[in-house]
Nanobody, 116 residues
Framework: QVQLVESGGGLVQPGGSLRLSCAVS????????MAWYRQAPGKQRDLVAS???????NYPSSVKDRFTVSRDNSLNMVYLQMNSLKAEDTAVYYC??????????WGQGTQVTVSS
């Protein structure tokens, strides 16, 4: 069974940076479209960034130019570099794998808090 484990969350001041990591088990990582989502208290879970198996990224306008998603297929890792963080970026961040068959697999999430 494929497992995803996020790390790298924490408390950061406004304007600061964090790098989230997601480790994916199994031997089919290179076939998965990977994505990061976030969910703030009382809100829906929203897409933050996605990256295709070939490495093409996509971002919503809310984080474009501040967040960068990347992947290392040799390490089964996906990353989210977050810069110029704002209070409204505070949320639990989740890593998600999407198999070629369309099945989503989620990690347990990591908390990001942006506060002075």
């Amino acid at each position: 069974q494929v497992q995803l484990v996020e790390s790298g969350g924490g408390l950061v001041q406004p304007g600061g940076s964090l790098r989230l990591s997601c480790a994916v088990s199994g031997n089919r990582f290179r076939d998965y479209t990977m994505a990061w989502y976030r969910q703030a208290p009382g809100k829906q879970r929203d897409l933050v960034a996605s990256i295709t198996p070939g490495g093409s990224p996509n971002y919503p306008s809310s984080v474009k130019d501040r967040f960068t998603v990347s992947r290392d297929n040799s390490l089964n890792m996906v990353y989210l570099q977050m810069n110029s963080l704002k209070a409204e970026d505070t949320a639990v961040y989740y890593c998600r794998a999407l198999t070629p068959g369309g099945s989503p697999i989620w990690g347990q999430g990591t908390q990001v808090t942006v506060s002075s």
